[in-house]
């Protein structure tokens, strides 16, 4: 009977404690609530800042005006989304949360069904983070500017000398 207790107990902590594969890092951690951008935050900014720079050079819709999927900014704070967006500021002087602007006729066309279908001289960027731990990252990012105008390259990144080295792995385009 105490060997059974003895093993409930040790599947109870290890359930308790999670299962964490360590690929990606917890946001919980990374995240200042005061407002402060601490310096694992300011690495992952820089990361998704280099990524999306390197999609944008591959292939873009224009520069009138970069618009960001925020919600793809993951384990950042509010301060850090915006820092994302004043430095991509040197690619276009009208970088925009495109949520804020997705409904505006005048930067994108939408079909029929309200649907987007083309950045006009502009582009829609993104990125999806696969791993993150310590200085090593896989990173797809996406520069859109419409439903047959897009690349999708995939990196592999290390933090390096204070800043990220983007090896490309794959490179999808539509």
């Known amino acids: 009977m105490k060997k059974l207790v003895l093993v409930l ?7 308790i404690s999670g299962c964490n ?7 919980e951690k990374e995240v200042d609530t005061s407002g402060n951008i601490t310096s694992e935050e300011m690495k992952r900014i820089d990361l998704y800042v280099t990524a999306m720079k390197a999609a944008f050079n ?3 819709g224009g520069k009138s005006f970069i618009a960001v999927e925020m919600d793809t900014l993951e384990g950042l704070s509010d301060e850090g989304k ?3 967006l004043n430095r991509l500021e040197d690619l276009s002087s009208d970088v925009y949360a495109f949520e804020e602007i997705k409904d505006d006729n005048t930067k994108f066309e939408k079909d029929g069904n309200g649907n987007l279908r083309r950045a006009i001289d502009g582009t829609l960027l993104s990125v999806r983070l696969e791993k993150f731990k310590g200085n090593n990252a896989i990173i797809e990012a996406t520069s859109w500017f419409g439903n047959l105008g897009a690349v999708f390259p995939k990196y592999e990144a290390k933090y390096k000398d204070g800043k990220w080295e ?9």
């Not at 594969?21 to 946001?27: A, K, L, M, N, V």
């Not at 983007?166 to 539509?174: E, F, I, Q």
């Open 58 to 60: 591959e292939e873009n």
């Open 9 to 15: 107990l040790l599947i109870v902590s290890v359930l």
């Open 21 to 27: 594969t360590g690929d990606i890092s917890s946001t």
């Open 166 to 174: 983007l090896k490309l792995l794959s490179m999808a385009v539509s």
């Open 82 to 84: 915006k820092e994302v």
